[in-house]
């Protein structure tokens, strides 16, 4: 008897706590960064045809600065805001798939390592290191400037 009674207590103090959903407003929360989700030609032949330039970030697994960039920086909305309206955005891993290349290519020698390049592939300015998301939306608007 006292197994059922701590079970109807244990469920009334579920219900009593449990927060009610929030309704839906019908637009879709920021999610930072939206990165490109085909490959390095592709990427390069939609800023050609939207007339943005390429933010390439090149990164490792077990990159501590990596991490961070993508826990605190590339997730903010304001950072997403700038970079999904200004760039075309790949994220690659300078050791694994296309990334493996694309590093080679550009002569990377620390992660991350992050490019802004034209449409046609050509660099722009690099920079490497975690970066803020104020830092990193100052560094994406002096690449604009250059254009």
């Not at 700038?82 to 300078?94: A, H, R, T």
């Amino acid at each position: 008897m006292k197994t059922i009674l701590s079970f109807i207590a244990v469920c009334i103090m579920i219900t009593a706590t449990a927060k009610e959903p929030v309704p839906f407003s019908g637009k879709a929360a920021s999610s930072g960064i939206e990165f490109h989700q085909g490959s390095w030609e592709q990427a390069l032949k939609l800023a050609e045809e939207t007339g943005k330039h390429v933010f390439l970030d090149i990164s490792a697994s077990w990159c501590g600065p990596c991490k961070a960039l993508k826990k605190n920086t590339f997730p903010n909305d304001e950072v997403g805001a700038f970079y999904n309206e200004n760039f075309i955005n790949v994220l690659v891993d300078g050791e694994k798939g296309e990334g493996i290349e694309l590093a080679k290519t550009f002569r990377i020698s620390a992660y991350p390592s992050m490019l802004f390049l034209n449409s046609s592939g050509e660099l722009i300015a690099r920079t490497s290191g975690y970066r803020d998301p104020e830092d990193f939306i100052a560094l994406g608007q002096q690449v604009l400037e250059q254009k």
